[in-house]
């Protein structure tokens, strides 16, 4: 049974148009994250959330946000897609955040701005 | 910052092959090394750990050694087989009790196993 689930698995949006990726998941981990895969290269984390405490990669653009109502969901907010954020976008969680913990990912979310 | 650079793919090998997946990288203290494996329309699963230099992880007949000397953590399997065509990414995790385990990623390596 999937863990970490991501809707929708595609997602076509327009340039300039608002957009929400989201992330669920059934482990009840404290640490969520948030990361952007393009074509051929490495994921590159976006942010993370420990518990409710929001913590944003210092490139990360601030056209990107993102909340989190509950232990169990997270969004990813595009507030103005370019055609350069057209990539993977994968969420992931670990449970307490220790650096030798393994990440749980979802199938990601394949986003097409046009 | 801390960086991780895996071989170019892609791979391809016949069933029964010997693979090796090329990982270095440079961080700042003894990061933890992970190789992550993502089969298709699948998301990013662990294959393997090592946490301390000289450790080796393994799994599924997969092995990596962690070389502090070389900066290293290459993938290694004896006999691959058709299942095993995937991408695979190797990723570190910063030292110190703040990273909340975040992990920098390889641009991954595509194999593909034929028959």
């Known amino acids: 049974d999937a863990m970490v689930i991501q809707n929708p698995r595609y997602q076509v949006t327009q340039f300039g148009k608002p957009v929400t990726l989201s992330c669920s998941q059934t482990?009840?981990?404290?640490?969520m994250y948030w990361y952007q895969q393009k074509s051929s290269q490495a994921p590159k984390l976006l942010f993370h959330?420990?518990?409710?405490?929001?913590?944003n990669e210092a490139d990360t653009p601030d056209n990107f946000q993102s909340r989190r109502p509950n232990t169990s969901f997270c969004f990813l907010d595009i507030r103005s897609p370019g055609l350069g954020d057209a990539a993977m976008y994968l969420c992931?969680?670990?449970?307490?955040?220790?650096?030798?913990?393994?990440?749980?990912f979802g199938s990601g979310t394949q986003l097409s701005v046009l | 910052g801390d960086s991780v650079t895996q071989m170019e793919g892609p791979v391809t090998l016949s069933e029964e092959a010997f693979l090796t997946i090329n990982c270095t990288y440079t961080?700042?203290?003894?990061?933890?090394l992970f190789w992550y494996v993502q089969y298709p329309g699948e998301g990013l699963q662990l294959l393997l750990k090592?946490?301390?230099?000289?450790d080796k992880g393994s799994n599924k007949g997969f092995e990596a050694t962690y070389r502090k000397e070389t900066t290293s953590f290459h993938l290694e399997k004896g006999s691959v087989q058709v299942s095993d065509s995937a991408v695979y990414f190797c990723?570190?995790?910063?030292?110190?009790?703040?990273?909340?385990?975040?992990?920098?990623f390889g641009q991954g390596t595509i194999l593909t196993v034929h028959p």
């Open positions: 959330y420990y518990d409710k405490d929001f913590n």
């Open positions: 482990l009840n981990h404290n640490v």
């Open positions: 090592a946490t301390k230099a000289d």
């Open positions: 992931a969680t670990s449970r307490d955040g220790q650096r030798n913990e393994k990440l749980f």
């Open positions: 990723a570190l995790s910063e030292p110190g009790g703040t990273s909340y385990g975040k992990l920098t």
């Open positions: 961080a700042t203290g003894y990061p933890s």
